[in-house]
Nanobody, 125 residues
């Protein structure tokens, strides 16, 4: 059974850093696009960062550009999100996602059919 498991969330002060991990099991994390989404209370789930395995291209939503970095380790079958200079508005549950049929970067969460359970990130002093 295909499964994604996130870890690495927690409470951090503004300006701090966290690294999220997303471990895949039951399948190789090598589908065309892998993604990080987040959902804050009362808000819709939004796309944060994406990586295309065909050429390693990466994409970020404007609010995290220059602060977040997406990467993957094929040998460990794991996706990462390095988050630096965290702000209170980054507080959310973070999810990793992928889809075996998707062939383009999509910011629409309904285009992804494999999701992790989420990890809470709270940025507060």
């Amino acid at each position: 059974q295909a499964q994604l498991v996130e870890s690495g969330g927690g409470l951090v002060q503004p300006g701090g850093s966290l690294r999220l991990s997303c471990a895949a099991s039951g399948f190789g994390l090598d589908y065309y696009v892998e993604a990080w989404f987040r959902q804050a209370p009362g808000k819709e789930r939004e796309g944060v960062s994406f990586i295309m395995n065909s050429d390693g291209s990466t994409y970020y939503t404007d609010s995290v550009k220059g602060r977040f970095t997406i990467s993957r380790d094929a040998a460990k079958n794991t996706l990462y999100l390095q988050m630096n200079s965290l702000k209170p508005e980054d507080t959310a549950v973070y999810y990793c996602a992928t889809d075996r049929r998707l062939r383009y970067v999509s910011f629409d969460p309904s285009d992804y059919n494999i999701w992790g359970q989420g990890t809470q990130v709270t940025v507060s002093s």
